[in-house]
């Protein structure tokens, strides 16, 4: 069984710099702290980071990592500013040999993947986190509705 973690980045600052290198506010790393024990509490792991190269994923996924001690992480250029289809992409090249991994990116494609492999109809905001589940073993089997929401988190009201 396949497991894969969306990871929507938390708050970024301001859009008066390069969108790449936003940087989160002093908010975005608490509530990616807040996420991180989150996960922790509910002993969800996963293997493998994959993340978007702009700061902010990597802040948020650094920081989240950090509490689950977790220590493999690969960077995709693809996953930012993708769209559904190359986030499908992207996870139905994963390595078969991952059976649990987080994916970190941007809206709107996060949350449309979601959507997608899914059916849950959710608007992830900044730090939101959702587990899917799937039957099977080998990722590239990864399509249109083959995920069950098994876990949501969100650091709103926290």
């Known amino acids: 069984m396949k497991k894969l973690m969306l990871i929507r980045h938390a708050k970024a600052g301001s859009h008066d710099i390069n969108d790449f290198d936003r940087p989160l506010t002093e908010s975005g790393k608490e509530d ?6 989150a996960l922790k509490q509910a002993q969800l792991l996963p293997e493998l ?3 978007s190269p702009s700061l902010r994923t990597k802040t948020t996924a650094q920081i989240i990592a ?10 995709d250029k693809t996953i930012y500013e993708a769209n559904t289809h ?3 992409r992207v996870i139905n090249k994963l390595s078969d040999d991952n059976s ?7 809206n709107p494609g996060i949350s449309q993947i979601l959507y997608e492999l899914s059916g849950e109809p959710r608007d992830m905001s ?3 986190i959702a587990l899917i ?7 590239e089997m990864v399509h249109s509705d083959t995920g069950k929401l098994a876990w949501y988190g969100s650091p709103k009201g926290r």
């Not at 589940?133 to 990722?139: I, M, N, Q, R, S």
């Open 32 to 37: 990616a702290a807040y996420m991180g024990d």
């Open 49 to 51: 980071f994959v993340i």
């Open 66 to 75: 950090g509490i689950l001690e977790v220590t493999r992480f690969t960077e």
């Open 86 to 88: 190359a986030l499908l």
């Open 100 to 106: 649990f991994v987080a994916l970190v990116g941007h």
């Open 126 to 128: 900044p730090g939101d």
């Open 133 to 139: 589940g799937f039957d099977f073993d080998e990722w």
